[in-house]
Protein backbone atom coordinates (compact mmCIF):
# COMPACT_ATOMS: atom_id res chain seq x y z
CA UNK A 1 0.00 0.00 0.00
CA UNK A 2 1.69 3.58 -0.75
CA UNK A 3 1.58 5.98 1.66
CA UNK A 4 3.27 9.37 1.46
CA UNK A 5 3.35 11.28 4.86
CA UNK A 6 3.86 15.00 4.73
CA UNK A 7 5.34 16.82 8.10
CA UNK A 8 7.06 20.19 9.00
CA UNK A 9 4.82 22.63 8.43
CA UNK A 10 3.80 25.77 10.82
CA UNK A 11 3.65 28.95 11.56
CA UNK A 12 6.31 31.05 10.91
CA UNK A 13 7.80 34.75 10.86
CA UNK A 14 8.65 36.12 7.34
CA UNK A 15 12.08 35.73 7.36
CA UNK A 16 12.62 32.14 9.22
CA UNK A 17 13.29 29.20 8.45
CA UNK A 18 11.07 25.97 8.10
CA UNK A 19 12.31 22.28 6.26
CA UNK A 20 9.15 19.62 5.15
CA UNK A 21 10.03 16.49 5.00
CA UNK A 22 7.83 13.65 3.09
CA UNK A 23 8.10 9.56 3.81
CA UNK A 24 6.94 7.39 1.39
CA UNK A 25 6.49 3.64 0.89
CA UNK A 26 5.25 1.34 -0.71
CA UNK A 27 6.68 1.75 -4.14
CA UNK A 28 10.65 1.70 -5.17
CA UNK A 29 11.01 5.26 -4.40
CA UNK A 30 14.60 5.84 -5.84
CA UNK A 31 13.26 5.02 -8.72
CA UNK A 32 10.68 8.07 -8.58
CA UNK A 33 10.97 11.73 -9.34
CA UNK A 34 10.07 13.74 -6.23
CA UNK A 35 8.69 16.83 -5.74
CA UNK A 36 6.80 19.78 -3.98
CA UNK A 37 3.68 21.47 -4.62
CA UNK A 38 2.02 24.03 -3.33
CA UNK A 39 -1.51 25.65 -3.35
CA UNK A 40 -2.02 29.09 -1.53
CA UNK A 41 -6.14 29.77 -1.26
CA UNK A 42 -7.83 30.48 -4.13
CA UNK A 43 -5.43 29.78 -6.18
CA UNK A 44 -4.11 26.66 -8.78
CA UNK A 45 -1.15 24.11 -7.25
CA UNK A 46 1.85 24.49 -8.72
CA UNK A 47 5.39 23.18 -8.89
CA UNK A 48 7.81 24.32 -5.89
CA UNK A 49 10.96 22.11 -6.57
CA UNK A 50 11.52 18.79 -8.26
CA UNK A 51 14.27 16.10 -7.32
CA UNK A 52 15.16 13.82 -9.99
CA UNK A 53 15.68 10.03 -9.84
CA UNK A 54 19.21 11.26 -11.46
CA UNK A 55 19.72 13.44 -9.03
CA UNK A 56 19.03 16.65 -10.68
CA UNK A 57 16.59 19.37 -9.21
CA UNK A 58 14.44 21.94 -10.58
CA UNK A 59 13.06 25.24 -8.55
CA UNK A 60 10.25 27.50 -9.00
CA UNK A 61 11.77 31.19 -9.79
CA UNK A 62 9.68 32.47 -6.82
CA UNK A 63 12.07 30.27 -4.66
CA UNK A 64 15.30 29.64 -6.46
CA UNK A 65 17.87 30.62 -4.26
CA UNK A 66 15.62 30.41 -0.91
CA UNK A 67 14.28 26.87 -0.89
CA UNK A 68 16.29 23.66 -1.37
CA UNK A 69 15.03 20.06 -1.76
CA UNK A 70 17.07 16.94 -1.29
CA UNK A 71 16.44 13.23 -1.18
CA UNK A 72 17.63 10.55 0.94
CA UNK A 73 16.81 7.41 -0.56
CA UNK A 74 17.94 4.57 1.92
CA UNK A 75 15.17 6.31 4.31
CA UNK A 76 12.49 7.08 1.29
CA UNK A 77 12.09 10.88 2.12
CA UNK A 78 12.52 13.91 0.18
CA UNK A 79 12.88 17.57 2.16
CA UNK A 80 12.32 21.40 1.28
CA UNK A 81 14.89 23.59 3.40
CA UNK A 82 12.50 26.31 3.18
CA UNK A 83 14.50 29.92 4.04
CA UNK A 84 13.85 34.11 4.33
CA UNK A 85 10.38 33.06 4.00
CA UNK A 86 7.56 35.74 2.59
CA UNK A 87 3.62 35.90 3.40
CA UNK A 88 3.16 34.61 -0.15
CA UNK A 89 5.22 31.17 0.24
CA UNK A 90 2.05 30.73 2.76
CA UNK A 91 0.05 27.61 1.58
CA UNK A 92 -0.35 23.92 1.88
CA UNK A 93 2.66 22.04 0.69
CA UNK A 94 1.93 18.30 -0.76
CA UNK A 95 4.82 16.11 -1.56
CA UNK A 96 4.22 14.37 -5.21
CA UNK A 97 5.73 11.01 -6.56
CA UNK A 98 6.09 10.28 -10.29
CA UNK A 99 7.37 7.72 -12.33
CA UNK A 100 6.97 7.57 -16.04
CA UNK A 101 7.85 4.78 -18.40
CA UNK A 102 7.01 3.63 -21.26
CA UNK A 103 3.93 1.14 -19.50
CA UNK A 104 2.47 3.95 -18.06
CA UNK A 105 2.51 6.42 -15.03
CA UNK A 106 1.96 6.36 -11.81
CA UNK A 107 1.44 9.17 -9.42
CA UNK A 108 1.39 9.23 -5.78
CA UNK A 109 0.50 12.48 -3.76
CA UNK A 110 0.34 13.35 -0.02
CA UNK A 111 -2.10 14.80 2.27
CA UNK A 112 -0.71 18.00 2.71
CA UNK A 113 1.17 19.92 5.45
CA UNK A 114 -0.12 23.79 6.44
CA UNK A 115 2.56 26.38 6.00
CA UNK A 116 1.93 29.72 6.96
CA UNK A 117 4.08 32.79 6.83
CA UNK A 118 2.71 35.93 8.93
CA UNK A 119 4.07 38.43 11.96
Known amino acids: QVQIVESGGGLVQPGGSLRLSCVAS????????MSWYRQAPGKQRELVAT???????YYADSVKGRFTISRDNAKSTVYLQMNSLKPEDTAVYYC?????????????WGQGTQVTVSS
Open 96 to 108: NALYNSVYGKRDY
Open 26 to 33: GFTFSSYT
Open 51 to 57: STRAGGS
